[in-house]
């Protein structure tokens, strides 16, 4: 498969296929949300305000499905620290250093995904939960999106 094949994919499923990234990542089941997200800005191409739009879709999305792991870590702690316990504890460490800031900091970087259960053990309000990683997702989700878009100017400028 080519990737002129992968984007006329991305094309024909359209932005449901773009959410379903986003829940999928937000969940923090292993996936490569970043080159999904950066596949779906090339190609398709938003305007500034579709982009805006778009991104506070996804965030949303994103920012509900990590209420899976925040209920998981909510109900199994003691499950959850014995099979985790490394990757917890620098989830942890971030958590502890920047509080409840770190849910927005930590969701860009891979510490994000884990940080979800971290805050569900240290139950956090969900309001809270809900309101920070909104604040942490929003910006990577244009971000992405808008450097897909422009990777594809580039390409334009290069043929």
Do not use: D
Request: hydrophobic fraction near 50%; include cysteine; charge should be positive.
């Amino acid at each position: 498969m080519n990737i002129e094949s992968i984007l006329t994919f991305l094309k024909e499923i359209g932005s449901a296929g773009l959410f379903l990234a986003m829940f999928i990542e937000g969940s923090s089941l292993p996936f490569p949300g970043v080159l999904v997200v950066l596949s779906y800005g090339y190609a398709m191409n938003p305007s500034m305000t579709q982009l805006i739009y778009i991104s506070i879709i996804m965030s949303i999305i994103y920012t509900l499905a990590s209420f899976i792991p925040y209920m998981v870590g909510s109900k199994s702690e003691q499950v959850i620290r014995k099979k985790f316990e490394r990757r917890l504890c620098k989830a942890q460490t971030w958590f502890m250093h920047y509080g409840m800031w770190s849910i927005s900091l930590s969701r860009p970087f891979s510490v994000g995904n884990y940080i979800s259960y971290v805050a569900g053990m240290s139950k956090v309000p969900k309001v809270k939960y809900f309101m920070y990683t909104f604040l942490g997702i929003l910006p990577w989700s244009f971000v992405t999106l808008l450097l897909g878009s422009e990777i594809r100017w580039i390409f334009k400028g290069m043929g």
